[in-house]
């Protein structure tokens, strides 16, 4: 029985080429020859026009903007992390031990990227039409409703009518750092109220990093005004 025969059955495909499915699921702690990060960077891409396709389709009567901030909502770490957990991805990781130690199965990164990688694969090996079955499926399935108010949360405009309404301020945010090569950044967020941080995340863009860094810091805030 091959390792991957589970996945590949929730996925309802099977690889033609086992050599597709174990780099799309190695993660670069292993320091194999070939890690998932280049079929990533290709199913990053690939899953970008499919799910724009889908809501395209879905939506004949949706303007551009609020398409746009549907698939955004969409296609991003935790959307593909969701994805992930649908078909269990996180235990078919091939991972470093310290890796492992350091709960790398259960990642939102690790599992967005080798989610990403998994359907670059899939587009090599079978094509578009193949990754958009698979996808449409799986957004059915994780999302019961898909729409625009059950979909995207806008943390940073909540946050400023928070702050505005018990401080009189609007939040400032700042770039803390960036790192990795151009189609691989990470971009470290801080958020500030009255000059003092209240939090710091990273995302893979500054708008993910933004949205992230803003739901962390309502929920502090919220929090203190419960206390």
């Known amino acids: 029985m091959d390792k991957f025969d589970g996945l590949q059955k929730c996925l309802e495909y099977e690889f033609k080429d086992k050599s597709l499915i174990l780099e799309a699921l190695t993660h670069k702690s292993c320091k194999r020859v070939k890690n998932n990060e280049r079929l990533e960077f290709l199913g990053d891409a690939v899953l970008d026009l499919v799910v724009g396709e889908y809501l395209f389709h879905k939506f004949p009567h949706i303007d551009e903007g609020k398409l746009s901030k549907m698939r955004a909502s969409l296609v991003n770490e935790e ?3 969701k ?27 690790l599992l967005s990227n080798a989610f990403e990688a ?25 999302y019961p409703k898909i729409d625009l108010d059950s979909i995207f ?27 990795g090569p151009d189609h691989k ?4 967020m801080a958020v500030l109220v009255k000059e003092r941080e209240i939090a710091k995340a990273t995302g893979k863009s500054k708008k993910t990093a933004h949205q992230k860094v803003a739901q962390i810091a309502l ?9």
């Not at 950044?185 to 470290?188: L, P």
Request: glycine fraction near 8%; avoid cysteine.
């Open 79 to 81: 959307g593909f992390k």
């Open 83 to 109: 994805l992930a957990q649908r078909l269990d991805i996180g235990k078919y990781l091939l991972l470093s031990t310290a890796e492992e130690h350091n709960k790398g199965r259960e990642k939102p990164s």
């Open 118 to 142: 998994l359907m670059g694969a899939i587009y090599l090996e079978s094509g578009l039409d193949k990754v958009k079955k698979i996808t449409h499926k799986l957004l059915e399935e994780v």
């Open 153 to 179: 949360k806008d943390y940073k405009t909540t946050l400023q009518e928070f702050t505005q309404e018990h401080f009189g301020v609007i939040p400032e945010y700042k770039m803390v750092s960036s790192k």
């Open 185 to 188: 950044k990470e971009f470290e």
């Open 219 to 227: 929920e502090i805030l919220k929090n203190k005004e419960k206390g």
